[in-house]
C-alpha cells in the first residue's frame, strides 16, 4: 500500500465518486495544509455538500491531531467534537443558506448581507473547543452584490484557524474576486458502475438500482434520493408522465397544459421540471438508438415508444438544445413564463 493509501486509509467518509477530490482534502488534512477557503462547483446532487461534511467532520475530530498508531477512523464519531457535530450543537460549524421569507414561505432570492455579517462576527471569536471554526455557504451564488462584497472582506481578511467552504451550481455567478481568494474544487458527474454499486451496498435491488443509477445524470444523491424516498420517486415518475402527455400533445394544447404541469411562479419547481424533462428526452434519444435497456422510465415503455416515433433523431436533439438555452436564460432572471412558453412552442 503506498503511503497516501495508508494514509486515507484512515478517512471514514461516505462518498460516491470524486476520488481525486477526496484524496487531495484528505492529504490536505493529514499534512496540515488547510486552505483558508473552499469554492466547490458542481451540478446539485453531486455530492458537494456530502464532502463539504465530511470534510468539516474531520478538521472538528479530535483523532485528527492523534498519530495513527492505534489506527482509529476519521471523523471517529465517539470524541466531543463528533458527538456535537452529529447533533447538530458544534459551537464552531456555521452552515448557512437563503432563509425562508415569512409572508410567502418560499426561500428568499439572495443570502443576505447580514447573514454574511452574522458569520463574520462568528468567525471573528476565538473558538470555544480550541478548534477550527468553519462556516459553509449553500448555493452561494445566491449571494447578493453586498453579501459577497462584505465576504470578500472575511477573504481578504482571514483569522486564524478559520475555513470557508463556499458552494455552488453556477461558477458565473461568483464573482471573479472571490472565487480568485479560494481554492476551486470541480466536481464532475459520477460514473454509473459507482453509483449502482453504492445503491447496492444499500440494498436496492439489482433491477431498481440499475434504473435509479442511469436515471440520475451522475448525480449520486439523486439516485439515493430516489431509493430511499419512495414517494419522491412516484412524483418523480408522475411528472415525467405529464410530460410526455405534454410533448405528445399540439401547440395550443401544450400552452394550456402548462400551467398545470409547473409552477410557474417558482424558479425552483420550474428547474426541477426541467432536469425531469430532460431525462425523458435522454429515453426518447436511446429509444431511437435502439438502447431500450438504458431507459428510466419502464413504467411508461409503450408511451415513450409511441412517442419517440413522432420525433428523428435531429428533432430531439434540437429540443434539447432548446431545454439547455432555457436554463441559462432562467439564471439570466428572464421572466419564467415566457421562457418556457417559448420552450413549449418549439417541441
Known amino acids: 500500500m503506498s503511503k497516501d493509501a495508508e494514509e486515507n486509509s484512515r478517512f471514514n467518509w461516505p462518498i460516491v465518486g470524486h476520488l481525486n477530490i477526496v484524496n487531495y482534502l484528505q492529504r490536505s488534512l493529514t499534512n ?8 466547490f462547483v458542481g451540478t446539485p446532487h453531486l455530492g458537494k455538500a456530502t464532502v463539504a461534511k465530511s470534510f468539516t ?8 491531531a492523534k498519530d495513527n498508531e492505534d489506527n482509529e477512523k476519521i471523523p471517529c464519531g465517539s470524541c466531543n467534537g463528533c458527538k456535537q457535530i ?22 428568499k432570492k439572495n443570502i443576505s448581507i447580514e447573514q454574511i455579517r452574522q458569520i463574520q462576527s462568528k468567525l471573528s471569536l476565538h473558538s470555544f473547543l480550541n478548534s477550527y ?14 453579501a459577497a462584497n462584505a465576504l470578500l472582506k472575511l477573504l481578504e481578511e482571514p483569522t486564524a484557524k ?52 442511469n436515471l440520475s445524470f451522475g448525480q449520486p444523491g439523486m439516485a439515493i434520493n430516489y431509493a430511499t424516498d419512495n414517494e419522491l420517486y412516484l412524483d418523480f415518475q408522475d411528472q415525467a408522465k405529464q410530460f410526455v402527455t405534454l410533448l405528445g400533445s399540439k401547440a395550443n394544447t401544450r400552452l394550456k397544459m402548462l400551467g398545470e404541469v409547473v409552477d410557474l411562479k417558482d424558479i425552483n419547481s420550474i428547474k426541477d421540471s426541467l432536469n425531469i424533462w430532460s431525462k425523458v428526452l435522454r429515453d426518447l434519444v436511446l429509444i431511437k438508438l435502439n438502447n431500450e ?36 436564460y432562467l439564471d439570466a432572471n428572464v421572466n419564467p413564463k415566457l421562457v418556457l412558453e417559448n420552450l413549449v412552442l418549439n417541441f
Open 57 to 64: 467532520d474531520s478538521l472538528i475530530c479530535q483523532n485528527l
Open 162 to 213: 478559520t475555513v470557508l467552504i463556499l458552494l455552488t451550481a453556477n461558477l458565473a455567478k461568483i464573482p471573479k474576486t472571490v472565487a480568485s481568494r479560494c481554492q476551486v474544487l470541480k466536481f464532475l458527474p459520477v460514473k454509473y458502475e459507482d453509483i449502482f454499486d453504492h445503491l447496492r451496498s444499500l440494498k436496492v435491488d439489482r433491477k431498481k438500482a440499475t434504473v435509479l443509477a
Open 293 to 328: 435497456n438504458l431507459i428510466s422510465n419502464h413504467r411508461f415503455l409503450t408511451d415513450l415508444k409511441e412517442l419517440a416515433s413522432k420525433f428523428s433523431p435531429k428533432s430531439l436533439a434540437s429540443t434539447i438544445i432548446n431545454l439547455n438555452s432555457s436554463r441559462r
Open 133 to 146: 471554526k468553519i462556516a459553509i455557504i449553500d448555493e452561494a451564488e445566491t449571494l447578493s452584490l453586498e
Open 86 to 107: 452529529k447533533n447538530g450543537i458544534h459551537p464552531d460549524v456555521y452552515w448557512l443558506s437563503r432563509e425562508v421569507n415569512d409572508k410567502t414561505d418560499k426561500l
Open 32 to 39: 496540515n495544509s488547510i486552505a483558508h477557503a473552499y469554492l
